[in-house]
């Protein structure tokens, strides 16, 4: 059996924590971590490089940083947590962290990610005062598309272009819990994919009646090279036609108007064209022609893996904030929903896949001093 030769060490230096990870004999010193794409090739013989992220935070205006993470991709790792891997030291002070499979990590390695991969980050003993972020990769070849998701002040994502080196990203923690400043956040969360694979990244899908007609909506991250989005619509939710299609304008948001709406359901999906010729959906989204009672809903039901889908209908605009607890009572997912009024729908991404069971979604709308519960079933992945 091949043997590689490979440590993780752990330092402890006030007030940076630092990982020197080795690989086959090179030493890299690092401080903030994240996850990369694909290795690049060496041009020097074309032996690939080992794609590394670091992440660091700091003080704003300050050289200084107070904690970092490190996360590399490559070939000869796994995707698994094993003893390639480092779990995250407690510092003193303000703390950033990976959270991977309810494990708290200072340092992981992974497979090259080929289809998308998603970082989570946790942090904690934030102050309420600006920090900066720094994103400081390695060997990053083309190809790469990172979306950074602030929940807290911009939920709709961010496109970050790591092939061009360092970059830094500020943010301020308040006094609203949201912000990151009480106890253990997870405000930040770090989308990755190849960008050819995909022509556009979907927020959400949503439609509302206006009048006699219906007004479908939906919200995009980051478009790559899209040739247009076609609105398609359906009467059962399987068999769908083209009813429209709109050019692409760099925006974050698009609407089409179906002046002449099915009677009873419809049900409404966006299809993406890229100039690569790959293809991407949205959910699907449904509305009724007639009156149709406001409510909450969640499908499919069963669910199975790491997501589901929240069906908003004829909802106030605002903030949902989502919990999802286990049998126990232990909460295993918190997020929310920033809806914009009307119908909608939003995959709901839990990172990683539930143990088949029955769970609690709870549920706090806008405005409301109650709460309400659904009860969401995940099916057995094994």
């Not at 509302?208 to 478009?223: D, F, R």
Request: proline fraction near 4%.
């Amino acid at each position: 059996m091949r043997c590689i030769r490979r440590w993780l060490l752990l330092l402890y230096f006030s007030p940076l924590s630092l990982f020197a990870h080795q690989h086959t004999g090179t030493t890299v010193l690092n401080g903030f971590n994240t996850s990369v794409i694909s290795s690049s090739t060496n041009l020097n013989g074309g032996v690939p490089l080992i794609v590394k992220i670091n992440f660091r935070l700091y003080p704003q205006g300050s050289s200084t940083s107070l904690d970092g993470i490190l996360l590399v991709f490559d070939q000869q790792y796994f995707n698994y947590i094993d003893n390639y891997d480092g779990l995250k030291i407690n510092m003193p002070g303000e703390n950033i962290a990976m959270l991977r499979n309810d494990t708290i990590l200072g340092s992981e390695s992974r497979q090259p990610v080929t289809e998308s991969d998603t970082i989570q980050f946790l942090t904690w003993g934030l102050q309420q005062k600006t920090y900066r972020l720094d994103f400081i990769p390695q060997n990053i070849g083309p190809g790469l598309t990172a979306i950074l998701i602030d929940s807290f002040a911009n939920p709709s994502g961010e496109v970050i272009d790591l092939s061009a080196g360092r970059v830094s990203k500020e943010f301020t923690v308040t006094s609203d819990p949201r912000s990151g400043g009480l106890g253990f956040s997870r405000r930040f969360t770090l989308l990755l994919r190849p960008a050819s694979t995909l022509p556009v990244h979907f927020m959400n899908i949503g439609v509302n009646k206006i009048g006699s007609y219906v007004q479908v909506k939906w919200k995009v991250a980051q478009e790559t090279d899209v040739q247009y989005y076609e609105v398609e619509r359906s009467a059962d939710g399987r068999n769908f036609s083209s009813i429209g299609k709109i050019i692409p304008e760099g925006a974050q948001a698009y609407s089409w108007n179906d002046i002449s709406p099915l009677a009873g359901y419809s049900f409404y999906r966006i299809k993406a064209k890229n100039a690569a010729g790959n293809i991407k959906y949205t959910n699907i989204a449904k509305i009724f022609s007639g009156n149709e009672a406001a409510g909450i809903s969640v499908f499919p039901n069963p669910a199975t893996g790491s997501s589901f889908n929240l069906q908003m209908i004829q909802k106030e605009k605002g903030r949902y904030t989502l919990s999802l607890l286990d049998v126990s009572g232990r909460i295993v997912y918190r997020g929310f929903a920033e809806h914009a009024g009307g119908n909608a729908v939003y995959t709901i991404d839990l990172l990683s896949a539930l143990p088949g069971g029955s769970y609690n979604l709870v549920i706090a709308e806008p405005g409301k001093n109650s709460l309400s519960t659904q009860t969401l079933l995940f099916k057995s992945t094994k």
